[in-house]
């Protein structure tokens, strides 16, 4: 079994600033890409930004240059800072991971529950 715990949402005003948080537990050998994705109402859920086991990171469009994602290997935990906020960053974010399990071959796609970020105007 495999949980990927989300924190650190909440409610800001626009500009503002938040952390998330995930950290990933269970039965993992080891944790590929990781990474956040958001769903607003009444839109399909879209990429915030991921990044490699060896630390490279992709970003949408919409938050480059302010947002930026780490993640500690060791604790199979990743992090997205996200500052400059503005009302249409307010959705569900979602953390990713794709990982592989120990004693089962290929690699495995798990999901968090969601974290709502609103930001007020």
């Known amino acids: 079994q495999v949980q990927l715990v989300e924190s650190g949402g909440g409610l800001v005003q626009a500009g503002g600033s938040l952390r998330l948080s995930c950290q990933a537990s269970g039965s993992i050998l080891t944790i590929d890409d990781m990474g956040w994705f958001r769903q607003a109402p009444g839109k399909q859920r879209e990429l915030v930004a991921t990044?490699?086991?060896?630390?490279?990171?992709n970003f949408a469009e919409t938050v480059k240059g302010r947002f930026t994602i780490s993640r500690d290997n060791a604790k199979n935990t990743v992090t997205l800072q996200m500052n400059s906020l503005k009302p249409e960053d307010t959705a569900v974010y979602y953390c990713?991971?794709?990982?592989?399990?120990?004693?089962?071959?290929?690699?495995?796609?798990?999901w968090g529950q969601g974290t709502p970020v609103t930001v007020s105007s």
């Open positions: 990044i490699s086991s060896g630390g490279s990171p």
């Open positions: 990713k991971a794709i990982l592989a399990r120990p004693g089962l071959r290929g690699l495995f796609q798990y």
